[in-house]
């Protein structure tokens, strides 16, 4: 009896601590908040989750979900970018008024990005040589971007005449699925294969979880920094023009400002 007891126990032990190991999962969590509100907006709007109502869901997420990607290198790192927003704007903008002068899409969108980078670079320069806090640093150049913004496109709302952009705000073929969640999807498993198995992913969590430790294994977190703040000044651009294609224009208004 006794060991019939003490079987049942532990069995009641284990089951104790598997169910505490799903419970303290943050996965689980999340994955749980997530369909208690879907649920709650199913009841609050029939229509939710409607064929119609689930693409548009899935284009505007999946944009903000491609900026979210630079941002979560740096966020890793240790850094924080708050001209993001901005830099996103302004990408778009950019991008429609070069194509509104005549240059071709891919060439307009190539420059953008083009932007991007060299607004990374001002904000790892900012940072990394003249020591300004992150924070302090990207708050100031948000404001920057965005009264640029204002000044190219005069105050005004730029529409994008280009149907061949435009379909990268639409779907893909005959298909339902937007291509802004097929591109936030590639760059989502490449990002994470580089953050799981590469050097320089292991690198990004050192820097963030000890810059002291990063430096005296030779790692140069300054060099590491500079990388992020250039390829989330890209990304940021790229996916403000990503927005420019799903609204068919670009504004000052229109993006990411915080």
């Given at each position: ?34 369909l208690v ?14 064929a ?6 899935l ?27 901005g ?104 990002y994470?294969?580089i ?5 320089f ?22 060099k ?35």
């Amino acid at each position: 009896m006794q060991k019939m007891d003490r079987r049942v126990n532990d069995g009641d032990m284990r089951t104790k601590k598997s169910f505490n190991r799903v419970l303290g999962n943050k996965v689980f969590i999340l994955i749980l908040i997530t369909l208690v509100a879907i649920a709650l907006y199913q009841i609050l709007n029939p229509y939710f989750l409607s064929a119609n109502s689930i693409m548009a869901l899935l284009t505007n997420a999946s944009i903000s979900g491609v900026l979210a990607v630079g941002l979560t290198c740096l966020f890793i790192s240790g850094q924080i970018d708050l001209s993001s927003g901005g830099i996103g704007c302004m990408g778009g903008i950019l991008l429609a008024f070069m194509i509104t002068a005549g240059l071709p899409w891919p060439a307009a969108l190539l420059l953008a990005v083009v932007f991007g980078m060299a607004a990374g670079l001002l904000t790892a320069f900012l940072v990394n040589i003249l020591n300004i806090s992150a924070f302090i640093a990207t708050l100031a150049m948000t404001t920057v971007y965005q009264g640029l913004s204002q000044q190219i496109s005069n105050s005004q709302t730029m529409p994008i005449r280009s149907a061949g952009y435009w379909s990268l705000g639409a779907t893909v073929g005959s298909s339902p699925i937007p291509l802004a969640f097929i591109i936030m999807t590639v760059l989502f498993i490449i990002y994470g294969i580089i953050l799981a198995r590469s050097k320089f992913g292991r690198n990004i969590y050192v820097c963030g979880g000890n810059p002291n430790a990063a430096r005296l294994a030779g790692i140069k977190p300054k060099k590491i920094h500079t990388i992020l703040f250039v390829n989330n000044g890209a990304i940021a651009a790229f996916a403000g023009c990503l927005l420019a294609a799903r609204m068919r224009s670009a504004g000052f208004t229109s993006g990411f400002f915080i």
